[in-house]
């Protein structure tokens, strides 16, 4: 019994738990009128999932202070800093700096240097201590930027069955189209087991849960259950931060960092990104998309399989991604992650693409169309395709994306 609850409830905390169980005795729910706008839940949640979302949405939101454990180095003060556009839960205009160097072939994260996550700033303690941000070594060979992602619909994503994501894995081009796609292995720090990723550029994180650890440590500094130790700045031991770690407390005694579990509640149910304008160009985009193969890796639709949260049940997930990682020839950034190797990055979703502010991995492309140029290795032929369209089939295509 134990072991089916924390399976059921793999990113929740005890009350979340109560309110699944609870959905799976009520009687069934009624089918969303309307997509929910950005920000905004998913539409089929129970009152207390509801309660959920929304104190995890007042924890994503705040900042964070020297005293409830900010630093000694971190990025910024919370979440919301980095994913709010255009609605609390979005992309961000800043990127950040990942930076590591290839040793004997092997690719070396620069952990004692403090990579492979830059911090920008550190905390100062009036009258008694100062730490500056981390500057890149001059020893990584390897530096690249990274523009934060948006997390509408993540739930969902999560929920994605495996089986219908290794479906499309084809590591050996066996069927030639010039296409492989490999799935990336991750260990979860939380469950301990090799686990499939999906989150993150190069789908090196394999749940909500365990991103919002990560990032709670690389961007605030605030340690938890999963990360109890701080990050060290530039390699050196921490200093100035006094608070004892885990800093993130656990007041309801589950084990786990009730922020943590507060944020990844938040994530998990808020609704996918609402549609754009389906205009007729939109509609002639659509079939000119799969017609110079963008469908190859931004598969429109994976499902997912059965849940006891009414909201993830046997859901069409709208992403526009097969979640696995392709090699990008020169976009690629360097960084191995798990399998992904340097050159490899995960199909990026394109459903309310339209809303981020820059795009790309490291936001090299101001535009839409800017993106697809810099497309290259597998995807090469399919960029190859749509520069042949003729410039009316371009604004489609282009009319098709806005409408994700
Ligand atoms: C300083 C900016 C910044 C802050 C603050 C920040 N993030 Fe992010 N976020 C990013 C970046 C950059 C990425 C892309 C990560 C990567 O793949 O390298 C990202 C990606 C993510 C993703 C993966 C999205 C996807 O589609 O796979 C999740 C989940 C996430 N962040 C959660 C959080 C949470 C939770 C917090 C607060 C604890 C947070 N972030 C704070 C910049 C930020
Ligand atoms: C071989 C697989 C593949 C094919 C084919 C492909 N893409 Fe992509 N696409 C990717 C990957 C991987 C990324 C992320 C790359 C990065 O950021 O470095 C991406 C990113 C994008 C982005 C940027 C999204 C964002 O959030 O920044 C857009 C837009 C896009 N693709 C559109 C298209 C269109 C349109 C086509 C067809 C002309 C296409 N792609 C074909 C794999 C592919």
Known sequence: MKLSISALCKLAAFVFCAGVFMTVNSPGTPRPAADPDFGEPLSELTATQMDLFKTGRLIFSSKRSIEDGLGPIFNDFGCGQCHDLPAIGGAGAITETNFGRMVNGAFDPMVEFGGPVRQTTGITIQGS?????????????????????????????????????????????????????????????????MSLGRF????????????SATALLNEMGITTNVFPRENNPQGQPPFCDSVPDPEDLDFDGDGQSDGMMAIANFISFLGPPPR????????????????????????????????????????????????????????????FDGLATGPEMRTAPLWGVRANPKYLHDARAGTLEEAILFHGGEAAASRDRFVALTATEKLELLAFLNSL
């Open 276 to 335: 754009g304008p389906i205009t007729d160009a939109a509609r002639a985009g659509e079939a000119l998309f799969s017609q110079v193969g963008c469908n190859k890796c931004h598969i429109p639709t994976l499902y997912t399989g059965d849940s006891p949260i009414a909201a993830f049940h046997r859901k069409p997930v709208n992403l526009y991604s097969d979640l696995l990682v392709h090699d990008m020839g020169e976009l690629g950034d360097g960084i």
């Open 200 to 211: 993150g550029w190069k789908s090196g994180v394999s749940s909500i849960l365990a991103f």
């Open 129 to 193: 201590c100062r730490i500056g941000g981390e500057a890149v070594p001059p020893e990584a060979t390897i530096v690249t930027e990274r523009q934060s992602q948006p997390l509408f619909g993540l739930g969902l994503v999560e929920n994605i069955l495996e089986s219908e994501i290794l479906a499309n894995v084809d590591p050996d081009d066996l069927d030639g189209d010039g296409i492989s796609g490999r799935a990336n292995r991750v260990m979860d720090p939380i469950t301990k087991v």
